[in-house]
Structures are given as C-alpha cells and as structure tokens.
C-alpha cells in the first residue's frame, strides 16, 4: 500500500443548523476525478413547503459499516484510518444491498453504471494531508475538517456526536454531528 499523509488527530464534522443550502459543497464534489464528476454529498430540505432550511447528507463513515457487513460480492472495504469506500468496480454487482441497509441512506446506486458510490471523504485529498473538497468551500463552515480541539474553540456552545441509536442499534461513526452542547448520543426513534 503506497504511503499516505493521513492525519488521524483530524475529523469530520458536520453542523446542519450552520447548512444555508448554496449546493458549493456538491459542486466541489462533482469536479473531483474520482468519482465521475458526480457529487458524493447531496443537500436536501427538512420540509420544503414550511421552511427554507436545508441540510447536508455525507457519508457517516460508520465504524461497523452496514454497507460493507451486507455486501455479498465484498466489493465494499473499510481502511485501517477508517474511511469507507465506494464500491469496487470490479466486484459490485449492483445488487443495493448496501443502499437498503444503511441506517443513514447514504450509498446511491448509479444506475447507469450498476455500481454503489458514495463519499469517502475525499480519500485522494485526506491521504495526501488535505481536507476534503466539500469542507474547503463551505461558506457558512457546515462542514468542517480539523481537530477536536479547533471545533470546540469554535463552537462552545455545540458537541461534537459520533454516537446515534436507531431502535436497539447504536451505530458509532468517523464522522461527528454537531449537536447541543450535553449531548452525547442522538437517539433515532
């Protein structure tokens, strides 16, 4: 495996009340190489017809990832700084499994080319010591790629959670959602 400049003292974090819905995070996304001009993160209303807010869906980066535990080619993988990978193209059979079992419904099967693709964290750019496309352009810093430590500097008042419950699953993740500040889980009933 070729040497990478990952830093593991950085992280993602995502503050959906900060997301003002400008789509600079998918157009970043979409002029990366890696995944064929198309954007790996999607911003989408809470409700539409009530309000004008907006919020980011990235890939969560599970530390048990669903997607890869159901995939029955193994085209999915995990690496050892924990970033989850698209599919392999020469293993995925296009089934959706993964696309099914995501607690997050993150995965999008791209039809076109019968194959699962979703972010994994801009892996050209973060082995090489960079932050991901999407949190360099951010306006609003919705998105953010740096330390602990910087984040809560910058956001006193909010907590950094990588810990969610759906039902009886609790399922841990690479990536931190910003939440009120006492907050150590977010439970998904």
């Not at 789509?23 to 954007?39: D, I, L, V, Y």
């Not at 050209?124 to 951010?138: E, I, L, N, W």
């Amino acid at each position: 495996m070729p040497e990478t400049n990952y830093d593991q003292e950085m992280a993602f974090f995502v503050d959906m009340q900060r997301c003002i819905g400008c789509g600079a995070c998918e157009m970043a996304c979409a002029e990366c190489e890696t995944n064929g001009q198309e954007s790996m993160i999607h911003v989408n209303y809470v409700d539409r017809k009530k309000s004008p807010q907006t919020t980011v869906q990235v890939c969560m980066h599970c530390e048990d990832p669903t997607c890869a535990n159901v995939c029955p080619a193994d085209a999915i993988h995990q690496d050892e700084f924990g970033v989850v990978h698209s599919a392999n193209s020469s293993r995925c059979i296009g089934c959706s499994n993964c696309v099914l079992a995501c607690p997050f419904g993150v995965p999008k099967k791209m039809e076109e080319a019968e194959l699962m693709m979703k972010c994994n964290m801009c892996y050209d750019r973060t082995s090489a010591g960079k932050k991901p496309m999407c949190a360099t352009v951010c306006p609003s810093q919705a998105l953010f790629f740096g330390t602990r430590e910087e984040i809560e500097r910058m956001r006193p008042d909010s907590e950094p959670v990588n810990s969610f419950l759906f039902g009886q699953q609790e399922v841990n993740t690479k990536v931190n959602i910003m939440m009120p500040k006492g907050t150590h889980q977010l439970i998904i009933p």
